[in-house]
């Protein structure tokens, strides 16, 4: 178990972002990632025929996409009990293995602070 409310403001930000993203689309999952000039990218749960891609997945490739050259922490919001390996390794591609990554449950309680490596 992690104390939520021993993270800082931007570690905050992103789980609270990830878990209104969660709720707002219905989603199994809701993600954020922050790169490494303090932007974010959230996303939920991507289910479609053709593609499925995690939260987290889904909000690195957005991280990609829009020209960002490394992590410094992601946060994921669900109902698992831990943080999926394609997850990690998602967010290690991009941030390098000491970047941290946030477990919270739907009540926003970070219950798992790992790194991706």
Do not use: C, H
């Amino acid at each position: 178990m992690t104390d939520s409310s021993a993270l800082d403001a931007e570690d905050r930000k992103i789980v609270t972002l990830a878990r209104s993203t969660r709720a707002r689309n219905g989603v199994p999952e809701g993600a954020a990632v922050r790169d490494e000039t303090g932007r974010t990218y959230v996303a939920g749960t991507v289910a479609l025929e053709s593609l499925r891609l995690s939260a987290v997945q889904t909000a690195v490739a957005m991280a990609v996409a829009s020209g960002a050259r490394s992590l410094e922490a992601a946060a994921v919001v669900s109902e698992a009990g831990e943080v999926a390996p394609a997850d990690l390794a998602a967010v290690r591609d991009l941030g390098g293995a000491g970047t941290p990554v946030f477990l919270a449950g739907p009540d926003g309680e970070v219950r798992v602070r790992v790194s991706a490596g």
